[in-house]
């Protein structure tokens, strides 16, 4: 059996725009006022979020029993007015490479790129061309829509290359668009690429989960993606993991956490196994083979079935 989280994260030192931190802590100091300065707060947190070569990350995975991961990456350089060159695409795809090599078998990457960049279309076919690269990662609160016809070329790229594109839906608040995670804008891109197969990250969490699965229910190649609803309290949480496989079927329900590995994340392991557990109790209850649950995902990242 193998088991896989669809979505964590692992970054290294200047993969991410210092605004991104800035703006976090300006919520924490609006949050509880403290005696560091911004920039003072925001290095801080850009240290406890910073896992060079993943390896915190693999030993999180390890702890929870976690065989494989798909990692993904984000384009949040337009966050930035002066970007630095490591928070490229093109800087992502080579970080990630290396993680793959250092840490053989344990990740699939899942490339973070903005369609509004010019050369979109070609940064996506230069990575899915890698075999360990399976999809590419849209995020629509950063100012865009879906729907938007600037996405099309990427759509195309995955289409040829047999893969998938993964969108944030759900929350996200200051300075992302909150409309962006809403999920009406799937039912255009399902209709405009039919044959593009498409995951829902975060299922809507927590605004929109019914949005998401009534998405998802209809069309044949669009997968919920469990993560973020392990933050919910147990109960919501369990009802929303039934739900989904109800509703969309557990072949097209993909077990994630959106785990974001650093210093900062303390007991990490044991929090992805409770949640796993979540997952696996559910789907057993509703009379589902557990040692079958991951085939979805290994499908999807292309994994070779386990013997």
């Known amino acids: 059996m193998m088991r896989i989280d669809f979505h964590v994260h692992a970054y290294g030192r200047s993969m991410t725009p210092m605004a991104f931190f800035r703006h976090r802590a300006d919520q924490l100091i609006l949050q509880r006022p403290t005696s560091r300065t911004r920039e003072e707060l925001a290095e801080r947190i850009h240290v406890n979020a910073t896992d060079e070569g993943a390896d915190i990350l693999v030993g999180d995975l390890d702890a929870a029993g976690i065989d494989h991961a798909g990692l993904v990456g984000t384009d949040w350089a337009a966050l930035s007015e002066d970007p630095e060159p490591e928070t490229h695409p093109r800087h992502h795809l080579r970080e990630f490479g290396k993680v793959v090599a250092r840490h053989p078998g344990r990740f699939s990457v899942i490339l973070g790129v903005d369609p509004r960049r010019p050369d979109a279309a070609e940064i996506a076919r230069d990575a899915l061309a890698e075999p360990w690269v399976r999809g590419i990662k849209l995020y629509p609160p950063m100012g865009f829509s879906a729907a938007d016809p600037v996405c099309a070329p990427v759509y195309d790229a995955l289409v040829e290359a047999g893969k998938f594109a993964m969108f944030h839906t759900g929350r996200a608040s200051y300075p992302f668009d909150l409309e ?114 991951d085939d979805p995902a290994r499908r999807l990242l292309g994994l070779d079935e386990p013997r």
């Open 180 to 293: 962006g995670g809403r999920l009406e804008q799937y039912s255009r891109v399902q209709r405009s690429h039919p044959e593009l197969s498409i995951v829902l990250a975060h299922a809507g969490y927590h605004m929109w989960g019914q949005e998401a699965l009534e998405v998802a229910v209809g069309h044949p190649s669009t997968y919920v993606e469990l993560s973020n609803w392990n933050h919910a309290d147990r109960e919501t949480g369990r009802a929303f993991i039934r739900q989904a496989i109800e509703r969309v079927g557990i072949g097209r329900v993909l077990f994630a956490t959106d785990h974001f590995a650093g210093p900062h994340a303390k007991g990490a392991g044991e929090k992805i196994r409770s949640w796993r557990e979540a997952y696996e109790e559910v789907a057993a209850e509703l009379g589902h083979d557990v040692e079958r649950l």
